[in-house]
């Protein structure tokens, strides 16, 4: 057929548009002669007997699958809907679209405008049913050739992820080696960094409080200044992003892990919008490779770390929270006995008052009456002389060993002074360097390269004030003598530099869950015990208690103890009161210094009236124990 057959004049008057894109801006910076090509299509256009020519290339750099919009592929659209476009030049099908609706649209378009569609094979007609399904099949292969291809990337990325050599980004203090794939980065100063962080978080137990610690002692973390090449670094002052995400990933675990997070697909607008980074539970990651590489803390710890945040995460319902501090000792420890709710605390009195424990939820969400209402300093120290009684077999044991976290805490802080230092020395003799090599008639560069040098030599002279601050306290030569701690933990528990977040946690090692009930009679005199789920001890009474106005007393009985399972929460206390410290140490996870059954503190179990009934798992309790539903909590 001659070009008049397949072209007639009165199409020839229109204009014609060739259509330009690359699918990335890789392809537009390298892959040159694609373009040169698509633009060559002008040439086309003429020869085919078209004299108004428009190229459309505002679309150099974006995909094609629908995901992203496309303003060059809008813009054609627009123009085939006045009129006056006579024929569309691409270099194939793929360059128009990869996705079916958009291609399948422009092909409607151009039947109902008499428009032609011209590529290096021909001229085709989208009017005629023939042409219409062979251009058809060009986009369904152009769509199904981007399937396979992210497929076979896809799979062969896993596979190459499957035995840890897929070289993906690693967080700060790993680096990829030539030779021998991943290990430590060999900044000293940053690796001794990264340690302390875990070391703060082993010590305090909370992600916020290492972030304060740490600032106050002036720790930096390094920060890319060139953007996403990770090649040169500023250190500034560490934020709480540096802290979480490094307590967060398990690469510092020595685990190799691929596929942490996912795309989420929506509809707006009509469109299809992709989004990336959104990350998946633990138990979705793809490939989990242990021991895949050296790392800066163990799995286990790893772990427990999770647990630890997790417990200290606002707004989760279920659980033992963690200790935040307060004028009570047992918020989120006790449970209401009757409708397995969580007791809340008030201040009640003048002044400051004093805290009391009360199940109001049911009051509040369905005007029920409340369940219970009791003073909680008397239950507070209940639970205190029992814990107390439970852990002093091994107060000698936990004051050595907080002594020893003690005095390597502290020489851990005085190696990252002195690394600061180090580092602050280098870049004041680089500096002085550059001034000396700039010419001093250059004023502009000069004056500058005077104040960065002044800058360096200032933070010289407070990284060596730190260093001489931290020199100036005696060090230990002996340990001291720790055999009078077992008679006097009272002391060390009440002790000014144990404060009551630090008494909070250091209980919650101990004690899992707490159940209180009050007796009908004596609704001023509360009691409580451990949830029947075979953790920690039971002791009951025999006999009738007296009335009290507001009191709570240790209840103690003859009735046989459970076994307590070791607790698997990790130490939690504050390296710089050695109090406090001690305290902690004697609750080690997985230490053979953990509460024996004998040692085990009680709980205070209500009584009632009305007959015990004789539970298997847990000895003798009350029958206005916590219902069945609270064992999710235990």
């Given at each position: 057929?001659?070009?008049?057959?397949?072209?007639?004049?009165?199409?020839?008057k229109?204009?014609?548009?060739?259509?330009?894109?690359?699918?990335?801006?890789?392809?537009?910076?390298?892959?040159?002669?694609?373009?040169?090509?698509?633009?060559?299509?002008?040439?086309v256009?003429?020869?085919?007997?078209?004299?108004?020519?428009?190229?459309?290339?505002?679309?150099?750099?974006?995909?094609?699958?629908?995901?992203?919009?496309?303003?060059?592929?809008?813009?054609?659209?627009?123009?085939?809907?006045?009129?006056q476009?006579?024929?569309?030049?691409?270099?194939?099908a793929?360059r128009?679209?990869?996705?079916?609706?958009?291609?399948?649209?422009?092909?409607?378009?151009?039947?109902e405008?008499?428009?032609?569609?011209?590529?290096?094979?021909?001229?085709?007609d989208?009017?005629?049913?023939?042409?219409?399904?062979?251009?058809?099949?060009?986009?369904?292969?152009?769509?199904?050739?981007?399937g396979?291809?992210?497929?076979?990337?896809?799979?062969?990325?896993?596979?190459?992820?499957e035995?840890?050599?897929?070289?993906?980004?690693?967080?700060?203090?790993?680096?990829?080696?030539?030779?021998?794939?991943?290990?430590f980065?060999?900044?000293?100063?940053?690796?001794?960094?990264?340690?302390?962080?875990?070391?703060?978080?082993?010590?305090?137990?909370?992600?916020?409080?290492?972030?304060?610690?740490?600032?106050?002692?002036?720790?930096?973390?390094?920060?890319?200044?060139d953007?996403?090449?990770?090649?040169?670094?500023?250190?500034?002052?560490?934020?709480?992003?540096?802290?979480?995400?490094?307590?967060?990933?398990?690469?510092?675990?020595?685990?190799?892990?691929?596929?942490?997070?996912?795309?989420?697909t929506e509809?707006?607008?009509?469109?299809?919008?992709?989004?990336?980074?959104?990350?998946?539970?633990?138990?979705?990651?793809?490939?989990?490779?242990?021991?895949?590489?050296?790392?800066?803390?163990?799995?286990?710890?790893?772990?427990?770390?999770?647990?630890?945040?997790?417990?200290?995460?606002?707004?989760?319902?279920?659980?033992?929270?963690?200790?935040?501090?307060?004028?009570?000792?047992?918020?989120?420890?006790?449970?209401?006995?009757?409708?397995?709710?969580?007791?809340?605390?008030?201040?009640?009195g003048?002044?400051?008052?004093?805290?009391?424990?009360?199940?109001?939820?049911?009051?509040?969400?369905?005007?029920?009456?409340?369940?219970?209402?009791?003073?909680?300093?008397?239950?507070?120290?209940?639970?205190?002389?029992?814990?107390?009684?439970?852990?002093?077999?091994?107060?000698?044991?936990?004051?050595?060993?907080?002594?020893?976290m003690?005095?390597?805490?502290?020489?851990?802080?005085?190696?990252?002074?002195?690394?600061?230092?180090q580092?602050?020395?280098?870049?004041?003799s680089?500096?002085?360097?550059?001034?000396?090599?700039?010419?001093?008639e250059?004023?502009?560069?000069?004056?500058?390269?005077?104040?960065?040098?002044?800058?360096?030599?200032?933070?010289?002279?407070?990284?060596?004030?730190?260093?001489?601050?931290?020199?100036?306290?005696?060090?230990?030569?002996?340990?001291?003598?720790?055999?009078?701690?077992?008679?006097?933990?009272?002391?060390a528990?009440?002790?000014?530099?144990?404060?009551m977040?630090?008494?909070?946690?250091?209980?919650?090692?101990?004690?899992?869950?707490?159940?209180?009930?009050?007796?009908?009679?004596?609704?001023?005199?509360?009691?409580?015990?451990?949830?029947?789920?075979?953790?920690?001890?039971?002791?009951?009474?025999?006999?009738?208690?007296?009335?009290?106005?507001?009191?709570?007393?240790?209840?103690?009985?003859?009735?046989?103890r459970?076994p307590?399972?070791?607790?698997?929460?990790?130490?939690?206390?504050?390296?710089?009161?050695?109090?406090?410290?001690?305290?902690?140490?004697?609750?080690?996870?997985?230490?053979?210094?953990?509460?024996?059954?004998?040692?085990?503190?009680?709980?205070?179990?209500?009584?009632?009236?009305?007959?015990?009934?004789?539970?298997?798992?847990?000895?003798?309790?009350?029958?206005?124990?916590?219902?069945?539903?609270?064992?999710?909590?235990?």
């Open positions: 057929m001659t070009s008049s057959n397949l072209i007639p004049a009165t199409i020839l229109r204009k014609a548009v060739v259509y330009v894109r690359q699918s990335t801006q890789a392809q537009v910076q390298l892959n040159l002669e694609s373009q040169r090509r698509q633009y060559e299509l002008v040439d256009a003429r020869r085919w007997g078209f004299r108004k020519v428009e190229v459309i290339d505002e679309d150099l750099g974006r995909t094609a699958s629908g995901a992203v919009e496309r303003p060059g592929f809008e813009r054609l659209v627009d123009d085939l809907c006045t009129g476009v006579g024929a569309v030049l691409c270099l194939e793929s128009l679209s990869r996705n079916g609706p958009d291609w399948h649209r422009l092909l409607e378009l151009c039947g405008v008499d428009a032609r569609v011209i590529d290096l094979d021909g001229v085709y989208p009017g005629l049913p023939n042409d219409r399904l062979l251009l058809g099949m060009k986009g369904s292969i152009s769509e199904f050739e981007l396979v291809l992210r497929a076979r990337m896809y799979e062969a990325a896993r596979a190459k992820a035995r840890g050599e897929l070289r993906i980004s690693v967080p700060f203090g790993y680096v990829w080696h030539r030779d021998y794939g991943l290990g980065d060999p900044d000293i100063r940053l690796q001794e960094t990264i340690r302390l962080i875990f070391a703060r978080f082993r010590e305090i137990g909370s992600a916020r409080q290492v972030l304060i610690s740490m600032t106050d002692d002036g720790v930096h973390f390094p920060r890319p200044s953007g996403k090449k990770m090649v040169s670094f500023d250190w500034v002052p560490i934020r709480y992003r540096n802290v979480i995400s490094i307590l967060k990933n398990p690469f510092y675990a020595g685990a190799y892990v691929y596929g942490k997070s996912e795309k989420r509809i707006v607008d009509g469109r299809v919008r992709k989004s990336y980074g959104h990350y998946k539970p633990a138990s979705q990651w793809a490939v989990v490779l242990k021991d895949h590489h050296e790392g800066y803390i163990g799995w286990s710890e790893y772990e427990r770390n999770q647990e630890l945040l997790a417990a200290n995460a606002y707004g989760k319902a279920g659980g033992v929270k963690s200790g935040r501090g307060g004028r009570a000792l047992l918020p989120g420890l006790l449970s209401c006995g009757r409708c397995g709710r969580r007791l809340v605390v008030i201040y009640a003048r002044g400051q008052g004093y805290p009391v424990y009360r199940c109001d939820r049911g009051n509040q969400m369905m005007a029920k009456a409340r369940c219970m209402s009791f003073n909680g300093f008397r239950t507070d120290a209940a639970v205190i002389r029992e814990a107390l009684e439970a852990v002093a077999p091994m107060a000698i044991e936990a004051a050595l060993e907080a002594e020893r003690q005095l390597e805490s502290e020489a851990r802080r005085r190696q990252m002074i002195e690394l600061d230092l580092q602050a020395r280098y870049e004041a680089l500096a002085e360097r550059r001034y000396a090599a700039c010419d001093p250059n004023r502009l560069i000069a004056a500058q390269l005077e104040k960065s040098w002044e800058a360096t030599l200032r933070r010289v002279e407070s990284c060596e004030a730190r260093l001489s601050e931290v020199q100036r306290v005696e060090p230990v030569d002996a340990v001291p003598d720790f055999t009078g701690l077992a008679q006097d933990l009272e002391a528990w009440n002790a000014p530099g144990v404060d977040r630090c008494r909070q946690q250091l209980l919650r090692a101990l004690i899992k869950d707490v159940v209180a009930d009050v007796a009908p009679r004596l609704r001023t005199s509360p009691r409580c015990h451990l949830p029947a789920t075979g953790c920690g001890s039971s002791r009951t009474p025999n006999g009738p208690r007296p009335r009290h106005r507001r009191r709570c007393r240790r209840t103690s009985g003859t009735e046989g459970i307590a399972a070791p607790s698997k929460a990790a130490p939690i206390g504050s390296s710089r009161t050695p109090a406090a410290a001690s305290l902690a140490a004697a609750f080690p996870a997985g230490s053979k210094a953990a509460p024996s059954a004998n040692t085990a503190p009680p709980s205070l179990a209500p009584t009632s009236p009305a007959p015990r009934s004789q539970s298997p798992e847990c000895g003798a309790t009350d029958d206005r124990a916590a219902p069945a539903h609270r064992d999710q909590h235990n």
